[in-house]
């Protein structure tokens, strides 16, 4: 089981940014891949980015493609979450999430279901 803390969120103004960051204990390697996702009051969690463990490639939703990165830093254990050009439509909760049961092609990074351990979140709110 991996324990996992976000840190970062806030309000900004609409085209501001912000950096999401995610601790996870014991080490970011108890998992060989991780994932933000995020839920919008009245709505289903939404993969936002995930990545491998050890990899640099992210995978990323259609909504955030261009805006936001996901990287890692195996030194430190976190996750981070960098968000550029920030809107309404990304005020939600967000989430870290580690996946450790078993190898999940890049293809089914963006699912829930594909992740183990999730962290309590970390609102995001973007003032219109």
Request: glycine letters at 12%; charged letters at 15%; one cysteine or more.
């Amino acid at each position: 089981q991996v324990h996992l803390v976000e840190s970062g969120g806030g309000s900004v103004e609409t085209g501001g940014s912000l950096v999401l960051s995610c601790a996870a204990s014991p080490s970011l390697r108890s998992s060989n891949r991780m994932g933000w996702f995020r839920q919008a009051p009245g709505k289903q969690r939404e993969a936002v980015a995930a990545m491998m463990i050890g990899g640099t490639t992210g995978y990323y939703a259609d909504s955030v493609r261009g805006r936001f990165t996901i990287s890692q830093d195996n030194a430190k254990n976190l996750l981070y979450l960098q968000m550029n050009d920030l809107n309404s439509e990304d005020t939600a909760m967000y989430y870290c999430a580690a996946g450790w049961r078993g190898w999940v092609p890049p293809s089914m990074l963006l699912r829930p279901d594909s992740f183990n351990d999730w962290g309590q979140g970390t609102q995001v709110t973007v003032a219109s």
